[in-house]
């Protein structure tokens, strides 16, 4: 499946204000969220429809809904939660699967401490969401562990993703859809993505 990066207008201006290294953590945690629901309008386009019957002013009328089971949102801990209120802004019913990797600073490695997924995941659409797509390590475990627990229809929103990172999740898991704001150049020695953002979560959680 081929990458999506949404090139939007307000998409760049706002990812723009973000790689600032003087910005607060207010104004790059709003933003964080602001992007993720922009991505979240992408990566829902082509989610299918079912007609329904509702009581209108005049009578009834037949609209359309979103069919199946909810979506489950999949914020990868810790980062991800900075995004989570942004996707569930328009999909406020969405059912959220928590999964904690932490990224080994040396080794680049990443470890899987947490993992709490919703059930019935193979009626559902899974959006993972995480600020930053590196080495692809954290994403694919990710993809990993929902897949092993039958979810079939997964998408990856994030805010910035290295080349390197992408080809890592198109050769293990073509079938995914990544949803990106940006790609960007490069990992630099530490494995950061540059540009970048610098180290989302510390600019999330204010730690550093
Ligand atoms: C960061 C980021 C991703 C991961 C990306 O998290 O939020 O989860 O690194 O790197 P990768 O593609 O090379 O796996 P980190 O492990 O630093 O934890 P944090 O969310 O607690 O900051
Ligand atoms: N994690 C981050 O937070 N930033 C990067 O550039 C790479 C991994």
Known sequence: MPVHEIRHPLIRHKLGIMRRADLSTKSFRELAQEVGALLTY??????????????????????????????????????????????????????VSVVGIARNEETLQAHTYLERLVGELDQRTALIIDPMLATGGSMAATIDLLKQAGCRDIRALVLVAAPVGIAHIEKLHPDVRIYTAAIDERLNEDGYIIPGLGDAGDRIFGTK
């Open 42 to 95: 992408e990566a829902s386009k082509d989610l299918p429809l079912e007609p329904c019957t509702v009581q209108g002013w005049c009578g009834p009328i037949e609209v359309e809904k979103i069919a199946g089971k909810k979506i489950t949102v999949v914020p990868i801990l810790r980062a991800g939660i900075g995004m989570l209120d942004g996707v569930l802004s328009l999909i406020p019913g969405a059912k």
